[in-house]
């Protein structure tokens, strides 16, 4: 890619610009950081790019990303003690163990060099401190630790947007639960197929022991004092595949007669925050966006000549294996007919405060073994994208960041792995386009919906399917595209990508309001990621007007101003509230629990839709009043929906200075502007959203919250939270002009 024609340092002035030599770099670098806190990185060669990105990145973030190398390398015993063990072994036990050579090459011809200068300069950053801790490292006890290239490959952040084995688990003790009928018909795949129980599959041999270890590794990191609890973004949740959104319109559409992009990818809503910003300017280099602030690059955002971002597709990328141990030997499996020898390989993990642990990590020739039943002569092992070369989350994508075109943008996206991801494109020629990227697992004979077996070799992967049979779509008719984890498999699609998607009512709620038409704004979009407006609600106000509710005439009041409300759940909405705590206790009486707990919403709304059933509604209505009145007493004018579902930002440690929060939240985990979460709190979420406008870079808008520092010192720690929670946005400059505009503070890195 073309490198700006921009002077470094001629244009800057000196005066005023802190100055720091560093052993490492071969010229030196300017680094601008605007009034928001986002770093311009403008550097020589490419090595020193990423050399500084790493440098300013531990700056910026260093005890979040320390945290991340330890949970993702099995080092957080080392530091927390005994308790991290067994999660120390399982980050072990899957991460990448092939050919070295393969895997950084799969990423592209330079991952490693960029894998290296980026980590040279995080410890670059470490060793500036000269032994001294920083006040989170201080507060906790311990030093930051030294880097390698292997750091940023590890497997866990990827496994944890991986959840098809959790999903295999979870299915088969339905089965066992409710029957397969049931679930055929109350949580059926998506498309709809019969569930099919693999041969030879004995149901009873899954347990929910299974996924201890496995949901304890991609689980928040619970600190050895039972009052913390630090919650990295890396534990497990749905939230990205059940909140993300992204569309894109051509010209024709617009105002500016370009394209514009909207990408609001979600996971847990955190401090510090889960994405981290940065503009990044060298040879082969002009991109900006935001991306894991442990990774170099950018994961979403633009270059010169492209804009792109993402949703989750859901591929389903894992299958779990159900091994027979030899009786006679547990070191043994079975596998078509005959004994094969586990690869076994130990390894030693340092423990605070205790004598270092020797563990066993074992594989079967389907993956690493998750789980061993030894009185039943079982083993379960994983079979997942992951352990391919390649297999790190986002980092592949450091490739279409380069790219210049749609044909590039899908030769870059051949290296994408994980996680599956719905990748919109727009151009600055005019053009847009969508592709499912990922690698999606070739099943010829299975779904992939139940663990099989692994000694018969009947169910084995056939390969994984080229980009160019995924589904895609460029400059389509309608002029617009839009995913939110929706099924997105167009009609009469021949392959099999999954059975699990988010319901559709987000995707929705964005076509309609695409299709509402007009020439859009960058401050339509705005609007339109803001939006809040459910379509649940209205299906349930369809639902509520065949019922006439009982006699009392406070009921009926409450009827009435639900019926007359818009539908939209804002944080200062009463009937917002009454539909939500209504809805709640509904799904708990028109499926009894443990169903209820299984059973989706769109379920629910489908089941209200077909059988009139007013005892149900007069039954949870009653109970959801009563819900309320204890929360807010009597008066309706106290009844708020943002009184009820707030977000509140805690911190990894729990210092009271450190959190932020509770604040208001409108929407929920089915509006575009997705607020999801446990008993009515928002925890998973858009944290990083943007607007690119592809008539003017510098036109286009974003947000991260808190705020692109994660040191509870500096000012830029949660200075986007007000501004987060009240929609604004800021402005995202990209040419060097627009930059200096922004400029608070010059920073110059030189070699030493």
Do not use: C
């Amino acid at each position: 890619m073309r490198t700006p024609l921009v002077l470094l340092f001629g244009l800057v002035q000196a005066l005023g610009a802190e100055e720091i030599v560093l052993a490492g770099l071969e010229k030196p670098v300017e680094i601008l950081r605007d009034r928001w806190g986002v770093p311009h990185i403008y550097a020589q060669t490419s090595a020193d790019l990423f050399f500084a990105q790493g440098y300013i990145t531990a700056r910026d973030r260093l005890f979040q990303i320390d945290l991340w190398r330890r949970a993702g390398s099995g080092k957080l015993a080392e530091v927390f003690g005994p308790s991290m063990t067994a999660r120390d072994r399982f980050a072990r036990l899957v991460r990448f163990r092939g050919d070295w050579n393969a895997e950084w090459q799969s990423y592209g011809p330079d991952t490693r060099e960029i894998a290296k200068a980026f980590t040279d300069g995080i410890n670059a950053s470490i060793r500036s401190l000269d032994g001294k801790r920083p006040l989170e490292f201080r507060l906790a006890g311990y030093d930051p630790g030294a880097w390698a290239p292997e750091d940023i490959v590890a497997r866990i952040a990827g496994l944890l947007m991986t959840r098809n084995v959790s999903r295999e688990v979870a299915r088969a003790l339905d089965i066992q639960r409710f029957g397969r009928e049931t679930v055929e018909r109350l949580l059926p795949p998506d498309p709809l197929i019969p569930i099919r129980i693999p041969n030879g599959l004995d149901l009873g041999d899954i347990s929910t022991a299974i996924l201890g270890d496995y949901n304890q590794a991609i689980g928040a990191v619970r600190l050895p004092d039972p009052a913390r609890t630090a919650s990295l973004g890396l534990e497990a949740d749905d939230s990205e595949w059940s909140g993300s959104n992204n569309w894109i319109v051509d010209g024709t559409l617009t105002k500016s007669g370009k394209p514009l992009l909207a990408s609001d990818p979600h996971r847990p809503v955190q401090i510090p925050s889960l994405r981290k910003t940065v503009h990044l300017v060298g040879p082969g280099w002009n991109v900006i966006g935001a991306g894991e602030p442990a990774l170099p690059g950018i994961a979403l955002g633009h270059n010169e000549h492209i804009g792109f971002g993402f949703t989750i597709v859901g591929i389903d990328q894992a299958d779990l294996y159900v091994e027979k141990v030899n009786p006679a030997n547990p070191d043994e499996y079975l596998h078509r007919g005959g004994w094969r020898k586990m690869e076994v390989v130990r390894e030693t993990i340092p423990v605070m405060g205790a004598p270092a642990r020797v563990v066993e990590l074992r594989y079967t020739l389907h993956g690493p073994v998750i789980h061993e039943e030894l009185g039943r002569h079982r083993a379960y092992a994983l079979k997942w994208v992951g352990s391919e070369p390649g297999g790190a989350g986002y980092l592949a994508a450091l490739a279409p960041a380069r790219a210049a075109n749609w044909p590039e943008f899908l030769r870059a996206l051949e290296r994408y792995k994980i996680p599956s991801e719905n990748m919109a494109y727009a151009d600055r020629d005019g053009n847009i386009g969508w592709v499912a990227s990922g690698a999606a697992p070739i099943r010829n004979n299975w779904s992939g919906l139940l663990p099989v077996p692994g000694d018969s070799g009947e169910y084995e992967w056939g390969g994984y399917l080229k980009l160019a049979q995924h589904p895609k779509l460029h400059n389509p008719a309608r002029h617009w595209i839009a995913t939110a984890n929706h099924n997105i498999l167009p009609g009469g699609y021949p392959h099999v990508l999954g059975y699990e998607w988010a319901s559709p009512f987000r995707f929705q709620r964005v076509a309609e309001m695409l299709e509402a038409g007009g020439r859009f704004t960058v401050a339509d979009f705005e609007r339109m990621q803001q939006d809040v407006s459910s379509i649940p609600a209205r299906r349930f106000q369809q639902i509520v007007r065949r019922w006439k509710p009982p006699a009392s005439s406070r009921e009926q009041k409450i009827v009435e101003r639900l019926l007359a409300w818009d539908g939209k759940l804002s944080a200062d909405s009463t009937p917002a509230l009454i539909f939500e705590m209504w809805l709640a206790r509904l799904h708990g009486i028109v499926f009894e629990p443990p169903l209820a707990g299984r059973v989706d919403l769109a379920m629910v709304l489908k089941t209200l839709e077909a059988r009139h059933n007013p005892e149900a509604l007069e039954k949870a209505l009653r109970l959801a009043l009563e819900d309320i009145e204890r929360s807010f007493g009597s008066d309706m004018n106290q009844w708020q929906w943002g009184r009820l579902h707030t977000i509140e930002f805690r911190h990894p440690i729990n210092e009271r200075g450190f959190h932020r929060g509770p604040v208001a939240r409108p929407g929920d985990g089915n509006t575009v502007n997705s607020t999801s979460g446990g008993n009515f709190r928002q925890t998973n979420g858009a944290s990083f959203r943007m607007i690119l406008d592809l008539s003017d870079w510098d036109k286009s808008v974003m947000t991260n919250v808190p705020g692109e520092s994660g040191d509870p010192a500096s000012r830029h720690y949660s200075d986007l939270l007000e501004d987060w929670a009240a929609g604004k946005y800021h402005s995202m400059p990209f040419t060097r002009k627009a930059v200096e505009t922004f400029t608070v503070e010059r920073l110059r890195l030189l070699p030493r």
